[in-house]
């Protein structure tokens, strides 16, 4: 209790001004309301209203909306235990600070007092000291709420402009649909943040009438700096479109433009491959992100295709290699980010590469990409409700179509039931 | 009992100290102009929930005046408000405590000049 100085007079500790608080004094002595207002006014508090029993204390705090009550306990229509239970119920005035006067000072009594919703108490006879003492810090700690309140409004809103803009980064479906159109791919996607924004991004570039480049990064960390960076990525990616068709330039090109601006520390896995469906093949480079899952034609074996590559941003000079694999009609990939393969399931357990691989497996035809991915998500022990320790992103490129009535490749038995699984962001 | 309210000083001087301090002479006047009109009507509440028999408020309204009496440092008043609120068990024993009563806000509004304040000649109950 030091709001008081040497002089008398207040010192607040913090910004907002606490003076023109509305302050209700409730007691149904007329000198008491005197006497408290009087020692408040000489304190430079300027805006009291009062009230002369329980009851009307109700109807004050409802019209007048204080910012503080001073309740006395005895009154005849209304205690001050009920003024506190009743105000306590409804929410709008749960932080309302209430200070109850009781002559009382009971042990009992106080901490029915306190059960029921008052704030703090003030003995009396009234020690005029402690009673500035005690309205300020309650004033200043209700201001606090507020400022933090109001901060925390604001950081909500614009984080949530935020996450809206860097879904407007992703390709929205008219533009994978554009450029997967006759080159017989069915594209589908599940990507989520662990915070409001992350640092994983996935997209698509078309390059010709034939062939499409598609991407998956994953930057160090989550949360605004790793969100901020994808931005920087995209902008890079699609600025330099004569790199997209070769993948370990386009590489080079980003390792040597985020090395030169990314401080110690932050950086990307990134994964970029071209699909030619003309001449059913992958074409791919990687800095640092987990192997693609690839399986080769309808009867052919799920395979991770592991390459290797410093990740962008670490160092400047660095060479990527350039990987290519067949990709005929009937072949599936999958580009993930490691919060997938190493999201920790409730023992603590963790999928890895080869266990998604081994899924990815028992994936026959019928499915659609996006029930390949729901099957991934769910081995993996990712769900809708789950909090994820890190941003994680499956994309599924499918050369399956035409074939959904085929036998499955793998699925011993076809009887597991589907389960309940997160829903694809897009399945083209 | 009784001689333990007589030896009671009507105003507590370090509670009159206090507002003083949190007041001023002049505020401090102002409130303790409001102490003979609060003191006057709460004698005569508790007059009347006398006249109904009605034990409980009373006791309430001597729990009021105790807090009245005590914040603007009327020690005695307080002492005896608190007999009625704790220890009175009857209304004979407070009806017979009243005169008691009467004496000490007379002779608190008699002590009003010493801290501060002059009411106005023949301010009694």
């Given amino acids: 209790m030091s709001a008081l100085s040497r002089a008398g007079t207040i010192e607040p500790r913090t910004d907002g001004n606490i003076f023109d608080s509305k302050i209700l004094i409730v007691d149904d002595e007329r000198p008491c309301c005197k006497l408290l207002a009087g020692i408040l006014r000489r304190n430079k508090f300027t805006n009291f209203l009062f009230a002369e029993g329980g009851v009307s204390a109700l109807e004050q705090i409802q019209s007048f909306q204080p910012d503080l009550v001073l309740l006395d306990m005895q009154m005849p229509d209304l205690s001050g235990l009920g003024v506190c239970l009743r105000v306590r119920a409804n929410p709008a005035f749960v932080d309302l600070p209430i200070l109850v006067q009781t002559a009382t000072v009971d042990r009992k009594e106080m901490g029915i007092l306190f059960e029921a919703g008052a704030s703090d108490f003030l003995s009396k006879p009234i020690n005029p000291s402690e009673l500035v003492s005690r309205v300020t810090v309650h004033l200043e700690r209700l201001n606090l709420l507020r400022e933090l309140r109001a901060y925390r409004e604001r950081t909500f809103q614009e984080l949530d402009a935020a996450r809206r803009m860097q879904f407007d980064l992703l390709p929205a479906r008219p533009v994978q649909q554009e450029i997967v159109a006759a080159k017989g791919v069915r594209i589908a996607s599940w990507s989520r943040s662990s915070s409001e924004i992350g640092g994983d991004l996935w997209g698509m570039v078309p390059i010709n009438a034939a062939s499409f480049g598609i991407f998956l990064a994953d930057f160090a960390g989550h949360g605004v700096t790793a969100a901020l960076n994808t931005f920087r990525l995209h902008a890079l990616i699609h600025e330099h479109t004569a790199l997209h068709g070769d993948p370990p330039r386009l590489l080079s090109m980003l390792n040597e433009r985020l090395a030169a601006v990314l401080p110690p520390g932050q950086f990307a896995t990134f994964m970029y491959i071209v699909v030619d469906s003309s001449a059913d093949r992958v074409s791919f480079a990687s800095a640092g992100a987990p192997p693609p899952i690839v399986t080769l034609g309808l009867d052919g074996a799920a395979v991770l295709a592991e390459v290797s590559g410093l990740p962008l941003g670490v160092v400047r000079g660095a060479k990527y290699e350039l990987h290519d694999r067949p990709f005929g009609p009937g072949s599936m990939l999958l580009l993930f980010s490691d919060g997938l393969s190493e999201f920790p399931d409730d023992k603590g357990r963790r999928i890895g590469d080869e266990g998604l691989r081994s899924v990815v497996d028992t994936c026959h035809a019928g499915l659609t990409p996006h029930q390949v991915i729901d099957r991934l998500c769910h081995a993996a022990g990712v769900g809708e409700d789950n909090a994820l320790p890190d941003d994680t992103t499956v994309v599924c490129v499918d050369r399956r179509t035409g074939s959904a009535s085929r036998s499955c490749r793998e699925c011993l038995t076809g009887q597991e039931s589907m389960p309940e699984a997160p829903r694809p962001c897009s399945d083209v | 009992m ?67 009496a005590s914040s603007f440092g009327a020690a005695r008043l307080a002492a005896i408000a608190v007999e009625f609120e704790m220890e009175a068990t009857s209304i004979a024993s407070i009806v017979q405590r009243m005169p008691a009563l009467a004496d000490a806000i007379d002779e608190t509004l008699a002590a009003l000049p010493d801290v501060g304040y002059a009411p106005s000649a023949g301010a009694k109950v």
Avoid: C, W, Y
């Fill in chain 2, 2 to 68: 009784q001689r333990r309210l007589i030896d009671q000083p009507p105003f507590d001087q370090a509670q009159i100290a206090l507002l003083r301090d949190a007041l001023g002479d002049e505020d401090l006047r102002a409130m303790l102009s409001e102490f003979p009109g609060a003191a006057g009507q709460a004698f005569h509440k508790i007059g009347t929930a006398l006249a109904s028999n009605d034990l409980g408020e009373v006791r309430r309204l001597a729990h009021a005046f105790k807090g009245v």
